[in-house]
């Protein structure tokens, strides 16, 4: 299975809001990603887990909040969010994050809509 | 520390004509280099990967890039596009043994291929 799936994969939602969008993976992969994309743009790394462990917070802002319950899912807790924070969500998985060639399995994305 | 550069923003084609996507990198120390190309509402597919040996590397959908070291390029190619090729192409670099994988990206270029 080389598959990266998430959930929802569209999510609407106000500015007072709680929502959490998921990733899951079962390549046994060590390190998960999330990334922000807006239109036109590469990907923008927002948070690293590493062994089920935050390893990277891109300084984001605190209304994004990650959660890494085991090493094959991850979350990310959305609340208080702001019309700018709408893009496409995408969570990615790698063997490891100090370890390999680094390269990334993508899902899908949650394209996110903040009214 | 690694910079990567897509001169190109938008490569207009006709159907059945060749192509060539341009990526060059800047970096002080070995690096792997990817190909992800992303389709209209859709997460990063892995097109191909330069990790080692062989310069000319192939990939899915019939494509190919060349590393050229001296050059630092690595563009892609494909001797005759199809309309399904229409599409995001990001080129992305990550330190060979360096203490993270971070994916540096490039700025995108959009393969955009005519009947």
């Known amino acids: 299975d080389t598959e990266v799936t998430q959930t929802p994969k569209h999510l609407v939602m106000g500015m007072t809001n709680k929502k959490s969008l998921k990733c899951e993976q079962h390549?046994?992969?060590?390190?998960m990603y999330w990334y922000k994309q807006k239109a036109k743009k590469p990907p923008e790394l927002m948070f690293v887990?590493?062994?089920?462990?935050?390893?990277i917070n891109e300084s984001v802002p605190s209304r994004f909040s990650p959660e890494c319950p085991n090493s094959s899912l991850l979350n990310l807790h959305l609340h208080a969010l702001q019309p700018e924070d709408s893009a496409l969500y995408l969570c990615?998985?790698?063997?490891?994050?100090?370890?390999?060639?680094?390269?990334?399995?993508f899902g899908p994305g949650t394209r996110l809509t903040v009214l | 520390a690694q910079s990567v550069t897509q001169l190109d923003s938008q490569v207009p084609v006709f159907e059945e004509a060749p192509v060539e996507l341009r990526c060059n990198y800047s970096?002080?120390?070995?690096?792997?280099l990817f190909w992800y190309v992303q389709y209209p509402n859709q997460g990063l597919q892995l097109l191909l990967k330069?990790?080692?040996?062989?310069?000319l590397v192939k990939g899915i959908n019939g494509f190919e890039a060349e590393f050229n070291k001296s050059q630092t390029s690595f563009h892609l190619r494909k001797p005759s596009v199809h309309i399904s090729d229409t599409a995001e192409y990001f080129c992305?670099?990550?330190?060979?043994?360096?203490?993270?994988?971070?994916?540096?990206f490039g700025t995108g270029t959009l393969l955009a291929v005519q009947p």
């Open positions: 992305a670099v990550s330190r060979y043994g360096g203490a993270t994988n971070k994916l540096i």
């Open positions: 390549m046994g992969h060590r390190a």
């Open positions: 330069y990790l080692s040996g062989s310069t």
């Open positions: 970096s002080s120390v070995s690096v792997y």
């Open positions: 990615a998985s790698s063997q490891g994050w100090a370890s390999g060639s680094g390269e990334q399995f």
């Open positions: 887990y590493s062994y089920e462990k935050l390893s």
